[in-house]
């Protein structure tokens, strides 16, 4: 195994490439601080291709040691591998250890590898599903673009429900204090290290409505 010491500025995360939808704050936010405490973790591994590397696995390692403002860090690096190799790599690392992949998640890597022509046995290995229960895994998980029948993920329940207001009422005993402080304490999290998405109109809009009600208690 070949590693090194490198700038952390220098490894990138190439999203066509690396097989999660995107970065889970609450596990970058657990690793920082069991980083802060001395935990010890694998170094991330890098694919060292087109004169970049690229991150293989430990994205969520990568962006807690940011947190921790980490400069310098140890990495394990591949050589010789394309990008299909690169995402496929990448896929069975992740899939043994870590957060696992969410449903969205494993639908886009099965749907990435069938477009790669790979067999039903070697998808089966590589995602770790029977091979009966690929295609009925899939069908549940995926909608189909009428017009060029491009079959895409079903986006998660939060984001579906991130499209309109909610307007159940929350029960009584979700206000007792001691969630509210786990309320406040996770959105302390959110803002103090950026990880609101300032993309998302309805988000923006969000917190623009709850700068406004802070006016009320400041």
Known sequence: METKIIEIKKVICDKEIYP???V?????????KAMQSGAKFPPITVASSWGKLIVVDGFHR???????????IEVEVLRGLNKKQIFIESVRRNIGHGRQFNSQERTRI???????????EVIS??????????????????TRITETQEE???KSIIRNLSKGDVTEEPEQDYFANRNQLQVLNTLIILLKNKYIDTNSK???EKLNELNKLLENYI
């Open 20 to 22: 999660r939808n995107l």
């Open 24 to 32: 889970d704050w609450v596990t970058t936010y657990r690793y920082a």
């Open 62 to 72: 990568l962006e807690s040691l940011k947190l921790n403002k980490e400069k310098f």
């Open 110 to 120: 099965i749907l990435t590898l069938e477009k790669w022509k790979l067999s039903q």
């Open 125 to 142: 290995e590589i995602i770790r599903i029977p091979i009966d229960d690929i295609q009925p895994f899939v069908a549940k998980r995926i």
């Open 152 to 154: 895409i993920p079903l």
């Open 202 to 204: 309805i988000i923006m």
